[in-house]
Every structure is written in C-alpha cells, then in structure tokens.
C-alpha cells in the first residue's frame, strides 16, 4: 500500500506546494488540501501506518519533521515549531506523540 492508493497524487501534490515556505504548515489545511480529511477512519488508519516509519505505534517528533517528505521525497522538513504544534494538536494524552487514534481523530475533526 502506498499513499497514492488512498489519496490522489494531484491532491497530494497540491497539499505540499500550499506550505513550500517555512513556518507556513498547517496541519489542518493540509489533510482537506490532501483529501485525507474526508477519507474513511480506516483510510485515516491506513495513512498514519505508511507515515509511522519506526512501526512503533505512534509518531514522534523525528518522524513528524519528515511528514511532507512522506508525502512527497524532497519537500522540505517541518520546522521545529511546526512539528511541535502538529503533536500539541493532537496529543490528548500529553506523552508528546501522537498514536493513531490521536492521529485520526485529529484528521477528521
């Protein structure tokens, strides 16, 4: 499974160019510029498994600096700050990851 079977590479594409400038991510604006946010909770699911590169459940700040390269190969690495407000979005049990229901409910909120 890849991320072009769930969400079309236009769309994709489209999602990565809104942010190519640094300090300008927003998780948000990225899952409905995507189309991941109107994807089912088991496509949501199937996403953070191909963006959890480590397998270990959840998404730590090292792998969420590398999220628009999942997305895309090349694009660029999420600030420090941006990395950090995409967890504090969606970190609901404050163990500074985000699991996969955390991811999914934050997609589809």
């Not at 400038?21 to 604006?29: G, I, L, N, Q, Y």
């Not at 953070?48 to 730590?60: T, V, W």
């Not at 090349?74 to 996969?100: C, P, Q, V």
């Amino acid at each position: 499974m890849s991320l072009t079977s769930i969400l079309s590479a236009d769309a994709i594409d489209t999602a990565v160019k809104d942010c190519l400038a640094p300090d300008t991510f927003s998780h948000k604006k990225f899952f409905e510029l995507s189309g991941l946010a109107s994807k089912t909770p088991q496509e949501v699911k199937d996403v953070f498994r191909l963006l959890d590169d480590d397998n270990s459940g959840s998404l730590e700040v090292e792998e969420i600096k590398f999220f628009l390269q999942r997305f895309v190969p090349g694009a660029r690495l999420l600030t420090d700050a941006e990395a950090k407000a995409f967890i504090s979005a969606a970190d609901d049990d404050g163990d500074g990851e985000i699991g996969a229901e955390e991811f999914k409910t934050l997609v589809l909120s």
